[in-house]
């Protein structure tokens, strides 16, 4: 490709399933130029036909999401990059600022937190992303998609330079058009993030967004996670029994009005939840309205810009260029989209089939890395063996599962070093030499 379609500019964030880079889109008419962030799949995921598949799902889902709190995908494309090898990639809307996550740990390290009016308008507009999300309708049918976000947490909410706030990855989103359905016991998000009715590996639906969204302002006007335990099985049994301690201790500027709010968003019951996203934004927005906190996007403006300046004064180490980068940017060189490979009658097989979360067995994502996919366990096995996880060893499993042990078995013992017969003939004689020359000299 004599123009690629985008150029790898920098590396922004790497995870366990992908990469993200800042890259330049140029378009092919008058040269011109936007900044764009390119995900990537990372290559031992790319040989898994079915994390792949989830990652195109993700794409499609993601491309009719068009709304102004919510991280805008342009285009997605694959790459040859060795025969029979591919590079899949995501080109998305580039937000020049910083995660929450960021923002909270530069607060955190000038002794401040986020004011409360600011972190009622933040999470106001994550409402918004999320009622639209959980609205729309298939443009073809007409009916809804019943999209539910499932990674409501501090990295997928972007904060730009100029005060806009947006919802990003709707990777482990489900819908009920999706392709790629979950597999039986697959239990995703973040675990300190989970609703106790994702944390039972139940059914999901929208009122489980609103459950994350009451954990963020539970963490944002207290310093404090919610749901931390001493090891990821621990924090998931901690989100099943949803208890939360009182706000007021812990932040004067809480008041009982608003801590009734968010104990509503977080409520172990759906049913006694907000029902749904913009129920509780309109909550927020009333609690503010009535106690006369202004607040803007001219103030989340300002927040960002100050936390990014605290970020950079503090020392950074410096990166030498990688190879890597150079490799990826060849990569995008043979860039084509999807949209031309499915015009071209190439269009990747499309599994089909669903079925619901079973929590007696729990399957570990983080081992697809290691599979190829003539290795895959089968629909519904644990990952750790070939025999079906039976309904007494359920909690095992995901005990199992959340410490790391699942799947894995201790490493063989290593062989002893073994010294090479030339190498040791060679050495021999040398000393035999020396021996030799020391003796005849004396």
Avoid at 415 to 421: A, D, E, L, Q
Wanted: charged share 25%; net charge neutral; hydrophobic share 45%.
């Amino acid at each position: 490709m004599d123009h690629p379609r985008y150029k790898i500019v920098a590396r922004l964030d790497s995870g366990g399933m992908a990469e993200v880079f800042r890259g330049v889109a140029e378009s092919t008419v008058g040269g011109i130029k936007r900044s764009v962030a390119i995900k990537r799949i990372l290559p031992n995921l790319a040989k898994n036909k079915r994390f792949v598949q989830m990652f195109l799902d993700e794409a499609r889902l993601a491309m009719s999401l068009q709304h102004a709190n919510i991280v805008q995908v342009f285009d997605i494309g694959v790459s040859e990059v060795a025969p029979g090898e591919q590079a899949y990639f995501l080109v998305m809307e580039f937000v020049d600022g910083a995660n929450l996550k960021v923002l909270l740990d530069a607060l955190r390290t000038i002794g401040e937190r986020i004011s409360v009016s600011q972190s009622l308008y933040i999470m106001m507009e994550i409402c918004r992303a999320l009622a639209f999300a959980h609205e729309l309708n298939d443009p073809e049918t007409g009916r809804p998609l019943n999209i539910v976000h499932r990674d409501i947490s501090p990295p997928n909410i972007l904060l730009s330079r100029k005060g806009e706030v947006k919802l990003a990855d709707f990777g482990l989103a489900k819908a009920a058009s999706q392709l790629e359905h979950t597999d039986p016991g697959v239990v995703k998000g973040k675990f300190s993030y989970l609703s106790p009715e994702a944390a039972n590996a139940q059914d999901l639906d929208r009122r489980a967004d609103v459950f994350a969204v009451g954990i963020l302002l539970y963490e944002l006007l207290t310093g404090k996670r919610l749901f931390e335990g001493e090891s990821d099985y621990k924090t998931v049994l901690a989100v099943r029994q949803a208890h939360v301690p009182a706000m007021a201790p812990q932040n004067p500027e809480v008041s009982a009005e608003l801590e009734a709010i968010i104990r509503k968003a977080l409520a172990k019951d759906p049913s006694q939840r907000f029902q749904r996203a913009d129920d509780l934004g309109d909550a927020l927005a009333q609690y503010l309205f009535a106690h006369n906190l202004k607040v803007t996007a001219r103030d989340v403006e300002q927040l960002v810009n100050r936390c990014l300046s605290e970020r950079q004064r503090a020392p950074q180490p410096k990166k030498a260029p990688s190879l890597i980068d150079d490799l990826i940017q060849d990569e995008i060189l043979n860039f084509t989209s999807l949209d031309d490979v499915a015009s071209e009658g190439k269009a990747p097989p499309v599994p089909t089939g669903d079925a619901p979360l079973n929590p007696e067995a729990f399957i570990d994502t983080r081992n697809w890395g290691l599979e190829s996919e003539s290795s895959l366990p089968p629909s519904g096995r644990s990952s750790a063996g070939s025999k079906p996880v039976s309904p007494s060893s359920g909690p095992a499993a995901l005990e199992s599962m959340l410490d790391g042990t699942a799947g894995k078995q201790l490493p063989a013992a290593a062989p002893k070093p073994r010294i090479p017969v030339a190498v040791f003939v060679v050495s021999l004689v040398v000393v035999l030499a020396a021996v030799a020359y020391f003796l005849l000299g004396r």
